[in-house]
């Protein structure tokens, strides 16, 4: 694996705001290595042997959010497996207990560059959720009354991460109302930016 510290970027949005489409389109775009931490949790979880499965399936089913440490863990062994440099975490950190954790377990070991943060509405994000579950994302937990947990869970949690990243200016907010094109040439702009300012 590279000495290099590897670069990351948060993904953060609601439910439905389209992290995970907009994630596929910069990785082929721009070589990012995309980590969604609900993936990687739910593959765990659906590891029948893993005890962290057992653990990750009952904060799913519940809606609340699985230890970070747990988190921390999958995500640098995935890092650490991928051999790449430069990642998307999409759907981390949901919490102020998610920022502690991952500077308590990533410090020195990887460099944020930024915090992508797809700003939707709540009803475009529901419409959009249960628009999936309709469609058999597969997802137990697009439908109505998870996602108003979500929804809720979201608000009182991942917010105030997106204020606190505020403070550090490392926030780039993207109006994910928009179509999915729109939105993207919105990203683009972001990582043409980012990368000027990286050199």
């Known amino acids: 694996m590279a000495s290099k510290k590897p670069n990351v970027i948060f993904v953060l949005g609601g439910p439905g705001a389209g992290k995970g489409t907009q994630c596929v389109r910069i990785a082929e775009k721009y070589g990012y290595v995309h980590l969604s931490a609900g993936d990687l949790l739910r593959e765990e979880a659906a590891k029948p042997d893993s005890s962290l499965g057992q653990e990750i399936n009952e904060h799913i089913k519940n809606g609340s959010i699985v230890p970070v440490a747990v988190t921390c863990k999958l995500l640098e062994n995935a890092m650490k497996k991928s051999g790449k440099e430069n990642f998307l975490i999409d759907g981390f950190p949901r919490n102020k207990d998610n920022v502690d954790g991952w500077k ?37 937990d697009d439908n109505e ?26 926030v780039k907010r993207v109006d994910a109302s928009k179509d999915v094109d729109k939105v993207f040439q919105d990203v683009q702009h972001v990582f043409n930016n980012l990368k000027s300012t990286a050199q």
């Open 104 to 140: 308590q377990a990533m410090d020195g070991k990887a460099n944020v560059q930024c915090v992508l943060f797809f700003d939707c509405d709540e009803k475009t994000c529901v419409a959009r959720c249960l628009d999936r579950g309709g469609k058999g994302s597969g997802r137990t």
């Open 145 to 170: 009354e998870s996602l108003k947990k979500r929804i809720v869970t979201y608000n009182e949690s991942t917010r105030p991460v997106v204020e606190l990243y505020e403070k550090d200016n490392l």
